[in-house]
């Protein structure tokens, strides 16, 4: 049973486009975040949210925790081929829980 | 922000072989560090987890004497891969939370990851 449930799996659009990627859970975290990873590297942190509702922007990325915090959303203004990547969301149970990381969601920005 | 270093970034032995994987930090110190496991086009399944000084605690499934680890000290753990086979070919990546300077970092540090190809 996979925990974090990220959907869709893979999206793939033309640059200008606008995206939404949704994370969710039945489970309650302390704490979410959400890593953007390229090929052969390792996961780079965006943001992490602690807060229900709570709502974070990073330039044309926003991030938002959902109020019960199960769930979260990033959401992708004007994509830019740049923006290309695996997009994980990671929750966290407690303070000093390990991190849970969500399938991932390919997205593929064409020019 | 705090750095993780892997090495090597990638590597190819043959089957029967030991690899081991290094994984540092730079400019802090790593009170727990992590190794998890990346299959093409999948996420991180964490391995195991382990505290300085102490024995690691692995995961359900992921055996202990095939996938040795050690954290001897606050900079610095080893992932050996011990006769390797061709099924443990994929991209282990570590991460690492702790301190510096008195500041607590509750946030994981990924490192680069390192890819193993086992032939």
């Not at chain 2, 996420?43 to 004497?65: C, F, H, I, P, W």
């Amino acid at each position: 049973t996979q925990l974090l449930e990220q959907s869709p799996q893979f999206l793939s659009i033309q640059e200008g486009e606008n995206l939404t990627v949704y994370c969710n859970s039945s489970s309650v975290f302390s704490s979410l975040q959400w890593y953007r990873q390229e090929p052969g590297e390792g996961p780079v942190l965006l943001v992490t949210v602690v807060t229900g509702g709570e709502v974070k922007k990073l330039k044309r990325l926003t991030f938002q925790f959902g109020d019960a915090r199960k769930d979260s959303s990033l959401h992708i203004t004007a994509a830019q081929p740049g923006d290309t990547g695996l997009y994980l969301c990671a929750g966290r149970r407690g303070s000093q829980g390990n991190l849970i990381f969500g399938k991932g969601t390919k997205l593929s920005v064409k020019p | 922000g705090a750095v993780v270093s892997q090495h090597p970034s990638w590597v190819i032995c043959k089957s029967g072989t030991s690899v081991k994987i290094e994984c540092r930090s730079l400019d802090f110190q790593a009170t727990t560090m992590f190794w998890y496991r990346q299959f093409p086009k999948q996420s991180l399944m964490l391995m195991a987890t382990s505290n300085e000084g102490s024995k690691a605690t692995y995961e359900q499934g992921v055996e202990k004497d095939k996938f040795l680890i050690n954290h001897a000290s606050l900079t610095l753990s080893t992932l050996t891969v011990t006769s390797a086979h061709p099924e443990d070919s994929s991209f282990y990546i570590c991460s690492a939370r702790g301190f510096s300077s008195g500041q607590s970092y509750n946030e994981q540090f990924f490192g680069p990851g390192t890819r193993l190809t086992v032939l």
